[in-house]
């Protein structure tokens, strides 16, 4: 059974730079939420997407910001990159209220 | 504002022994709480919701809303309990996580 995928699985930027990440939900899943999870806390919630629209927003700055392709992938995109942005960033394929989490994506802003 | 409180970072208890994981919440209408676990080396994965009112892996959690609490409760906790369990609250969309309690079952 294929779950969610999200690459890649480590990444090192720079301050200043910009990242894409990507997510595939579980297949038939029309739903993706995107968290960031920094050491030591839970997971806060970035976005929610449906059927390629918006339908949900974190307290996170415009920096970021997300998509949602016809075939229900997404991507997660940060601009200009801070320290603090260092975390694990992860990708949740949900059908109604049941989220399914992927591996993670772990981001290094250095 | 919507909240979830974990007050404790870590416990450990001995095999066989109750354990109860705490989750206080804050929110202003009917609240929709979960229960996610995460065991070393896997994903983040779902345990319970309280709509559900069921029962996994000998683990029940129960809303009360007086106390605004969903607690986390096993009679005789088992080695492979050990994990980092985190409380959640659904705001419209909006998963709120508590910061997780790390739990330890010793044998």
């Known amino acids: 059974d294929a779950g969610v995928t999200q690459s890649p699985t480590h990444l090192i930027k720079t301050r200043g730079q910009h990242v894409t990440l990507r997510c595939s939900p579980i297949?038939?899943?029309?739903?993706v939420s995107w968290y960031q999870q920094v050491l030591g806390q839970g997971p806060q919630f970035i976005f929610q997407?449906?059927?390629?629209?918006?339908?949900g927003r974190g307290n996170f700055p415009d920096r970021f910001s997300a998509r949602q392709f016809p075939n229900y992938s997404s991507e997660l995109n940060v601009n200009a990159l801070l320290l603090g942005d260092s975390a694990l960033y992860l990708c949740?394929?949900?059908?109604?209220?049941?989220?399914?989490f992927g591996p993670g994506t772990r981001l290094t802003v250095t | 504002a919507q909240r979830v409180t974990q007050p404790e970072k870590l416990l450990s208890v001995f095999k066989g022994a109750p354990v109860e994981l705490k989750c206080n919440y804050s929110?202003?209408?009917?609240?929709?709480l979960f229960w996610y676990v995460q065991y070393s080396r896997q994903r983040l994965q779902l345990l319970l919701r309280?709509?559900s009112r069921e029962s996994i892996k000998g683990f029940t959690a129960d809303l009360n809303k007086g106390e605004t609490s969903f607690h986390l409760k096993k009679p005789f906790a088992q080695e492979e309990d050990s994990a980092m369990y985190y409380c959640?609250?659904?705001?419209?969309?909006?998963?709120?996580f508590g910061a997780g309690t790390r739990l330890t079952v010793k044998p």
């Open positions: 949740a394929s949900n059908l109604g209220q049941q989220q399914y």
């Open positions: 297949s038939g899943h029309k739903s």
């Open positions: 997407y449906y059927e390629k629209e918006e339908r």
């Open positions: 929110y202003s209408g009917s609240p929709e």
């Open positions: 309280h709509i």
């Open positions: 959640a609250l659904n705001n419209n969309n909006d998963m709120r």
